[in-house]
Each structure stands twice: as C-alpha cells, then as structure tokens.
C-alpha cells in the first residue's frame, strides 16, 4: 500500500509540473524593455501590478558622471529622483484575463499617460501608453536577470 501511495504521489507530482507547464507564466519578473536599455522588475503589488526600474545599460549620466536621474520629469521636486528604483506604474488594475490598465510613466518626456500591460506570451510583455484613442506600446522580453 506505502508503495502505491508513492507512485500516486508521484503521477500526481508529474500532472502538476505538465499542467503548469502548459499554462503561460504570469507577469511578475525581470523584463527587458524593447530597446534593451533598461530592465524593470514586474511585480503584484496591493490589488494591482507595480513596474519599477531596476537596471540600465546607461547608469551614468555622460553630461554629470553621476547616476541617471529622471531630469525629464516636469516637477522640479522629483526630476533629481534616481532612474534605478523609478516606478514606471503602480498598481494598475486587471482589466481581463492577463491584462491590467492604469496609468504608465515615460521617462522618456517625463509624462504620464494611460496604458495597459498585457501577457503576449511565455517571454513577452506588451507595455503601451494611450494619449486620448491613440496608444502606442512596445513589446518587452523576459530578462533572464
């Protein structure tokens, strides 16, 4: 009896392991942004989903020799914030199945626009910002670290 309990233990174990297998992986982790400058950790966080910056190609600003901060950013108050730690969204809600909505920062002009996060796949991540019924995105690759 020991020994059936075993190898149903074990055919459950391998059920599992292919059941989870066939399901796409989540959003959570480290995803590398499409131009392959930065890497922004995906993570839940309250009811939500949070996207922080947490690596850079560039981490030194040429002009300053000091690190990146977001200069682009509109309020004087926040523009010497350090680029690695800047969130990019906080907790954007589910909007559908492996799809969340909210607002998105760009660093990049300093702006905050609506946008969606989605799943694209077992390694992407569709990341897209809306200015009224126009959104333009950017698919993002599961970074390995």
């Known amino acids: 009896m020991l020994m059936r309990s075993g190898v149903a233990v074990a055919i459950l174990a391998a059920m599992l392991s292919v059941a989870g297998a066939q399901t796409s992986p989540g959003p959570s982790g480290i995803w590398l942004t499409q131009a392959g400058d930065a890497k922004v950790r995906v ?29 682009k950013n509109h309020n004087p108050a926040l523009s010497r914030r350090p680029m690695i730690g800047l969130p ?14 909210g607002t998105i920062y760009n660093a990049d002009d300093g702006n905050t626009y609506a946008g969606n996060v989605s799943v694209a796949g077992p390694g992407a991540l ?13 698919v993002w690759t599961r970074s390995r670290r």
């Not at 949070?50 to 020799?65: E, F, K, N």
């Not at 569709?126 to 950017?138: D, H, I, K, P």
């Open 43 to 71: 993570s839940r966080c309250h009811s939500g989903l949070c996207g922080v910056i947490v690596w850079l190609r560039d981490p030194i600003d040429p002009a300053t020799g000091r690190p990146a901060v977001d200069d």
């Open 88 to 101: 990019l969204f906080h907790g954007m809600s589910q909007t559908g199945p492996n799809k969340w909505s």
């Open 126 to 138: 569709r990341v897209e910002g809306c200015l009224g019924a126009l959104c333009s995105g950017e």
